[in-house]
């Protein structure tokens, strides 16, 4: 019998705002191009019209991260196949989670609904409002049930995690989103030269489920996350000893492990034992640690190791968890 502690990802869905950028995307050191046939299933980005999803419903006064978000959420949403109207939460990994108007938005969302509220009465600044993500996602998908998290980065997965194991929900929708640093050009592999400013650097979804939700559906899972955990370390002391903190709640030997880091804060010695995203998906507390995940499905898909991806941000708190290959019970 399956454990309900097992949590699978079974669909995912990425917005680009410059489709033809990813053609070329390094991961893992390697070219790899992520619109070949196998990849389609995971990443569905090749110039995806993201307004017109949504403005055929009138949605049409929502920023461009609000947007992205929404409609790679439905890409995740589709890919899993998730058709209940119940048991449904939702997750947005962003910086902006503690602005007193996100609050108050949401809550007159999820108080009076979506068709009540214009998404333009709500907080949206050059990157996403989670309150406008779910407004803007509702009206689209029309579930009647909704959580929200307002954490960042790989949080919003550790949060969601939590969630499903507890039975609060059967299946979440997790999505990061953010915008590009414009003074590190190192930062801009998806902006054209003549357009450096407040370009969203596009959104990731993923879809987690119970592995005894997926079974019911006759489901099978991309990657399975086996652990997560989150760490704190003050900005200004020595950098944290990974290989302690992950034994706090791995299993198995570090050496075991693909190291995969999202954030940009390691001393130099420490990176040569990750790969370095920061130049490849932004300083973006939201998106980054989404994005690693996907990288992480994608190599789980052809067998590889267990990989780590851990993900940083300025406050101190260090977020991880372990995507692993599908067991051969996962698989079709």
């Not at 705002?17 to 299933?41: M, N, V």
């Not at 509702?138 to 997965?157: K, S």
């Not at 400013?197 to 489901?219: C, D, K, M, W």
């Not at 955990?229 to 002391?237: I, K, N, Q, S, V």
Request: charged share 20%.
């Amino acid at each position: 019998m399956t454990s309900p502690q097992e949590v699978w990802i079974t669909g995912c869905g990425a917005i680009s705002p410059w489709g033809s950028a990813w053609q070329d995307l390094p991961t893992f050191g390697s070219k790899r191009d992520l619109l070949k046939p196998e990849a389609g299933k995971l990443l569905r980005m090749a110039e995806y019209d993201s307004k017109g999803i949504l403005n055929r419903r009138g949605l049409r006064y929502c920023g461009s991260g609000t947007l992205a978000l929404a409609c790679s959420s439905v890409l995740a949403v589709e890919d899993a196949d998730w058709q209940d109207q119940e048991g449904l939460a939702f997750f947005a990994g962003t910086g902006f989670g503690n602005v007193s108007p996100m609050f108050d938005f949401l809550y007159r969302v999820l108080n009076e609904g979506p068709a009540q509220v214009l998404p333009m009465a709500s907080f949206d600044a050059a990157l996403n409002s989670q309150a406008n993500y779910v407004s803007v996602f509702l009206a689209a998908r029309r579930l009647n049930r909704c959580f929200v998290g307002m954490t960042a980065g790989l949080e919003a997965v550790i949060d969601a995690i939590r969630w499903i194991r507890a039975g609060w929900a059967r299946g979440a929708v997790v999505g990061g989103v953010d915008t590009i640093n414009v003074d590190l050009e190192s930062w801009l592999p998806f902006q054209p030269e003549e357009s450096r400013n407040g370009v969203s650097e596009g959104a990731y979804s993923i879809f987690l489920e119970s592995a005894e939700s997926a079974r019911q559906r006759g489901r099978t899972a991309i990657a399975e996350i086996r652990e997560s955990g989150l760490g704190f370390h003050p900005p200004a002391g020595p950098p944290p000893d990974f290989s302690f903190w992950f034994s706090k709640f791995a299993s198995g030997e570090p050496s075991t492990y693909r190291w995969l880091y999202c954030g940009n804060d390691l001393n130099q010695d420490s990176e040569a034992q990750f790969l370095p995203l920061t130049r490849l998906y932004g300083n973006a507390l939201g998106a980054r640690g989404l994005a690693g995940v996907q990288v992480a499905c994608l190599e789980a898909r052809e067998g590889a190791t267990p990989i780590q991806v851990f993900d940083s941000h300025r406050q101190g708190n260090y977020a991880a968890v372990t995507v692993t290959p599908p067991t051969p019970n996962s698989k079709s």
